[in-house]
Structures are given as structure tokens and as C-alpha cells.
């Protein structure tokens, strides 16, 4: 009898750990990581419109790439005004920016690429990831993604890359039906996309080709009176009392420069940064249908988001190598 209630209160323990733990991880999960080391909470507030009147003054974002086009969306729905400052002419053409999409080319090797690369930023043409949450925020921010989205002939997929270790395959991170989409996607288009969904979805957005030089400090040192700037020409701009400025200059991080310039004392600590010791090479392929068929999948070509991901044993070498299928079939 002994024996058999050690038994059962043994199995009633073991039992009991097996529902409690995994819930209790839930619940640490939700409760402190999340809110604590992710923005995934922060989501439901992601595309909401301010329902007071919107906050006085122009909104200057000053860089109209991936980030810029980003704050410029979200600033959107808060300030009465918003303009984007970009440097290269390419990217602005008439108060909007492009390409359109007659104004996306293919190279010989059948690579979709913009009428006017992106000279300042060197991993364009490079391969990219996206996370599932980049695409939940879009989502939230452009009424237009699905459709705008699919014209570019891309698609979102369960976010399984396919990891191998040693060549034995690991399950995937993710079930069907969670919310972990990720998106198919080259940054050259990526950047395409948003440029679409900002003119369409955001249209008050004011698209100006100049350079940033520097602030004008108020009074008594507390803002920003005068944002100082030029014209491709060299003329001279300013634009009084912006109410938001913002610095999406990228790695230059010109905002520092023209605080000090300006008169702004800044912390020491302000400026982070990091060296990641990393190198990699990005090859696209175009793969015909009849190959395309011969590669062992599990679902067809057209629905195949990562192929193939190989990890190392990193107690003995640092480098991997992925497949994924993009756009457009490539």
C-alpha cells in the first residue's frame, strides 16, 4: 500500500510540474521578459491615431530612408505636419518619392533593382532579415501592406529558417497559425515597399531634397529654435519652431554633431556603439521552373519561404550558410 501511495503521489508531483512549469514560464515570459527586452507589447498602440488635436509645429525627420520613412509614418499620426529631408536626389522627385512602379528595373541577372540605387548605403543590395514583429508593425501602420505587398510578388510565411545542426534538421521554432509571419523580402524592394505605403497611406507627408546642416539654439537653451538646411544648389533653408526633429542619418549620426555645434551639451554616455566582427556575402539566383521543381521540398517552391540553414558546432567554426527563397522568385 505504501508503495503504491509513493506511487501515485510521485505521478500526482510529476504531473502537476509538467502543467505548472510551462505555465509558469508563460507567465515570467509575459509578464517580465516581454515587457522588459521586446516591443511586442508595445504593438496595440503601433498605427493609433491621436484622438486630441494633433501637437503644434512640423514634424522634420531628417533622412528618408528605411528608418526615416518609418518615424515619418508614426509622427504622422501625431503632429499636424511632416516633412522628410533626404539627401539623394533619387529618392525625391517632384515632392514624392519612387520608384513607382514603372520605375523598377530588372539587371541582366533578372534582380529587380530602383532607377536610383542607394549610393550611401552599402548593404543595399545585400541579403536581409526581417523579423516577424518588422511586419506585424507594418501591418499596423499602412492600411495598404496586403496590397502592396502582393503587387511586388511577395508573400508571408510561417517564420521556420530551417536550421540544421550538424546537418540533422531542428523543429521549427513556431506552429502553423501563431502569429510569426515573416516576410520574403530584399531590402532594395523593402525599401520600395515603404516608399509605396507612405505616399498612398500617409499622403500629407512632404518629400523635400536638401542636407541638414545644423540647429539654431532657443534663448534659454532648451530647444531647438531654427533647423538649418540646403538645397541640392547650396541655397540656404530654415524652417522655424520645428516641434519634432529627428535624426535618421543612419551611421553618420549627424544629430550628435549639430547638438554640439548648436551649443547643446551632451552626456558623455549618450553616444552606443558596437563592432560586430561579422562578414558575409549575398549571391542571387533566378531559378527556372524546371529546376526549381527538382529541389526536395516540403510544400511547393512558390510556398517555400527558408530552404535550407546550416549551423555549426560553434566550439569548432563560426561560419553558416543559408538558402531562402525571395521575391519575385529569386
Known sequence: MTQSTDLLLYTSTATACCIAVPALAKLFRNKVLLPKFSAVNDLEEVGKVRTEPKLKGEAIVCGGSVAGLLAAAIAYNHYESVVII??????????????????????????????????????YTSAHAFMPLCFRTLRRLFPSYDEEIAKLGCKEYLHDPKYHVAGLPMAPIFDEGSDTSALSITRETLEVLLRRLVTKDKPSIRFVNGTVIGFQKSA???????????????????????????DATGASQSGLKWLNKSGFTLPATLRIQYQVPLHYVTIFLRLPPHLSAKIPLEQPWEDTYAIYTYLPDLTKETGFFTFYRMEKNK
Not at 101 to 107: A, L
Not at 232 to 246: D, F
Open 86 to 123: 533626404e539627401a539623394e536626389d533619387g529618392l525625391v522627385k517632384g515632392g514624392r518619392t519612387f520608384p513607382s512602379e514603372d520605375q523598377v528595373r530588372f539587371t541582366p541577372e533578372g534582380i529587380p533593382t530602383s532607377v536610383n540605387p542607394r549610393s550611401r548605403v552599402m548593404q
Open 220 to 246: 534659454d537653451g532648451r530647444s531647438i529654435d531654427e533647423l538649418l538646411w540646403r538645397t541640392p544648389s547650396g541655397a540656404p533653408q530654415t524652417i522655424l519652431n520645428p516641434g519634432l526633429v529627428v
